[in-house]
């Protein structure tokens, strides 16, 4: 699955440019709009877009997050492998602590993020960001 090239318009990625559409299947964003887009009501500060792996989903399902059981109450469709979420940014860097963050795509990851994660950090999980 590539980075969709929509852009969410005076949203800025953590890099500076416009923030794009992070996954449109499944929905994603705290307001289930496909971006990791900042929301004044998102206390958990869903602005890393990531790709699932294994070990992130395992590492979430053990700190109290299951990811992968669908939870339509919540527009939530379960995650696997390979699936892009907006993530909470804490949890993230809990992971990557442990040696277990989820592949990050910058594009689509909001800069809102970088007050809870290192930049340098988020480029050493990086995607290709051109694909």
């Known amino acids: 699955m590539g980075v969709l090239n ?4 005076g ?7 416009e923030l794009k559409i992070c996954s449109v299947d499944p929905m994603s964003g705290f307001t289930r709009t496909g971006s990791c887009d900042g929301h004044e009501a998102d206390a958990g500060c869903h ?9 992130f ?12 059981t669908p939870r339509p109450e919540y527009g939530f469709p379960g995650l696997k492998v390979g699936d892009r979420w907006c993530v909470c940014a804490e949890r993230w860097e809990e992971a990557r602590l442990a040696g277990k963050a989820a ?6 990851t909001h800069e809102s993020a970088l007050e809870y ?4 950090d988020l480029r050493k999980h990086a995607l290709d960001v051109a694909g």
């Open 6 to 9: 929509i852009v969410k318009k």
């Open 47 to 55: 602005a890393i877009c990531a790709q699932m792996t294994e070990e």
């Open 103 to 108: 592949l990050v795509v910058l594009e689509s």
């Open 11 to 17: 949203q800025k990625n953590v890099l500076g440019g």
């Open 57 to 68: 989903l395992l590492f979430s399902q053990r700190a109290g997050n299951d990811l992968t």
């Open 117 to 120: 994660v290192e930049l340098g």
